[in-house]
């Protein structure tokens, strides 16, 4: 009897024992096999520090060059002159090229941040100097680099490199402020992650930058800096970039060479002419919408037409605003990275407005991405709010500064937008091509209307005319912007853009189906400013080293300043 007893006690906590078993083997998660996301090892991140003579790194190369001397040769200088007088018909009086070789960069490194410092240690006048940090699109030699020739045998487009479309890129990276209230000697610090993220993905194309002085105001400033010829290597220009490795770009087992091709002088004209304009020659990448105040939650994607309205006042009184924008968006990824553009201009057809008045109307680039069927007044994209409705925030929704003002005195005409700053900026950063806001300026109520790239008539759309050349030392004219999928290109001619006229014949197709892929919101951040250090700090080791968490790769929106 006691033995049964004790048979049905085990029996029983062998029962229990298996369902509790069985209970912990349900509920087990699905990622039982391996650890679970939120345990997943982190993604390294690893810190490189670039200075002339640092464990033996000798890619460091700059050069002063001087209006003064126009044709000496200043390397081998232990300092650097940064010099403006506004008091001269032609302000800038010494500026500084400077490259770092970054070959040691994977290439499929992405570029977290980038940071180049400057230390100084004299001046002429306490008074502050803006320096604009500048892309080079050109080959140049430290001991031959003058203010009248990039290299022996050869002349810059314009002295000084000063070309904005040959010789240095005109939008600065970043830029410095030199302030009287800092001592003589200081360490200043330039953003330049998105130049350092083009050069690891493009390192034939690593000419280097250019720095520029600027004052705008009647002063004559002159500020001298160490080189990497400097006696004290801790105070040498250093180039400090942050990175991790994508393991969703293969890196690549041979780097293009250096190109050694002798670059010639400019054309006298374009030597590829690009019009891009949906259904013309097979190309469908146009998208537009617009945003319109009162239907503040209707996508007008497929409309044939593109609204452009100032209210000035309605039935509350006077009110001056927006009261509908359009959004445009053209694919240029057929154009190659490193093009030259030499002029972009956007046609668009008005051909209806709300009465007699007349319409001005400023071009702007977008700085965010927006969903392009479902954009909306109150949204870019299905639950992410526009910063301000109607994509409305200057310098966090689209850029303030506008790339043209037109005047439209009348309906039933082509109006053409000089865009060229905005296509060469996305030809150089196609991820950052969000398309470009038009927005309405006058006194009084009124409202055009333009066609839309759904309209039937398909010479009536909108059309985005882009004349470009490429440099003789880039290795080949192969377009290294071209979709990766196969997608219909414009046609390229060497022919100037003819005079866009509407025509009669009806040609409509179908509007091509789009998906959105929301990208990170720009952060704006003002542009770096001086550390007020007297010497310089501690840096970095140069070696990569992997750090334990990751950082997001931040956005930069350069925030405009009128140098002109």
Not at 238 to 249: E, G, N, S
Request: with cysteine.
């Amino acid at each position: 009897m006691l033995g049964r007893r004790w048979f049905h006690l085990a029996l029983a906590a062998g029962i229990c024992a298996a369902f509790a078993g069985l209970l912990l083997l349900l509920n087990l998660p699905s990622s039982a096999a391996g650890p679970t996301s939120s345990h997943a090892a982190p993604t390294p991140v690893y810190t490189r520090v670039y200075r002339q003579g640092l464990n033996g790194y000798a890619g460091a190369a700059d050069v002063t060059i001087q209006r003064a001397f126009p044709n000496d040769n200043f390397e081998g200088q232990t300092y650097l002159r940064l010099h403006c007088n506004d008091h001269t018909r032609l302000p800038e009086q010494a500026g500084v090229l400077i490259r770092f070789d970054l070959s040691d960069l994977p290439r499929n490194a992405r570029v977290l941040s980038a940071a180049f410092q400057l230390v100084t240690f004299s001046r002429n006048i306490t008074d502050d100097l803006l320096v604009s940090f500048h892309v080079l699109s050109r080959t140049w030699e430290a001991r031959e680099a003058t203010w009248n020739r990039p290299r022996a045998g050869e002349a810059w487009a314009t002295p000084g490199a000063n070309d904005t479309w040959y010789d240095r890129r005109e939008e600065w990276e970043s830029w410095a402020l030199f302030l009287l209230t800092n001592p003589p000697q200081a360490r200043y610090t330039w953003d330049v992650t998105e130049a350092v993220q083009y050069w690891v993905e493009q390192p034939q194309w690593n000419h280097g930058a250019k720095l520029l002085a600027y004052i705008g105001q009647r002063r004559d400033v002159q500020y001298d800096a160490y080189s990497s010829e400097a006696p004290y290597p801790e105070l040498r220009p250093q180039l400090v970039v942050t990175y991790t490795l994508d393991p969703a770009v293969p890196t690549p087992t041979d780097v293009p060479p250096t190109p050694t091709a002798t670059p010639t002088r400019r054309p006298d004209g374009p030597l590829y002419r690009g019009t891009f304009q949906q259904g013309l020659n097979g190309y469908f990448g146009v998208s537009d919408t617009y945003l319109y105040r009162r239907a503040p939650d209707i996508s007008f994607s497929e409309s044939i037409s593109l609204h452009l309205r100032w209210q000035d006042k309605d039935e509350t009184g006077f009110v001056d605003r927006d009261e509908s924008n359009p959004l445009l968006h053209f694919d240029l990824r057929s154009i190659p990275s490193h093009a030259l553009v030499t002029s972009a201009t956007l046609y668009l057809y008005a051909f209806h407005q709300s009465n007699s008045s007349y319409l001005d109307a400023t071009s702007h680039r977008v700085l965010r991405d927006w969903d392009r069927r479902l954009a909306t007044w109150r949204q870019a994209a299905p639950g992410v709010p526009w910063h301000t409705e109607g994509c409305g925030a200057p310098d966090r929704d689209f850029q303030k500064r506008e790339s043209d003002w037109v005047d439209m005195p009348a309906a039933g005409a082509w109006y053409a937008f000089n865009v060229r700053d905005m296509v060469q900026h996305w030809v150089w950063y196609p991820n950052q091509n969000f398309g470009l806001l038009l927005k309405p300026h006058v006194d009084v109520n009124v409202g055009y209307s333009f066609y839309s790239s759904e309209a039937p008539t398909q010479t009536l759309r909108p059309k985005l005319v882009v004349e470009y050349w490429l440099p003789a030392d880039v290795p080949t004219a192969t377009p290294a912007g071209a979709s990766p999928t196969p997608t219909p290109s414009p046609t390229l001619t060497a022919t100037p853009p003819s005079t866009p006229t509407p025509a009669d014949t009806a040609a409509p197709s179908p509007s091509p189906t789009q998906t959105w892929t929301p990208t990170p919101t720009p952060t704006i951040t003002p542009s770096p400013t001086a550390t007020e250090t007297a010497f310089p700090t501690a840096t970095a080791s140069p070696t990569a080293t992997p750090s334990a968490t990751a950082t997001p790769r931040r956005l930069v929106v350069h925030l405009p300043l009128i140098m002109k």
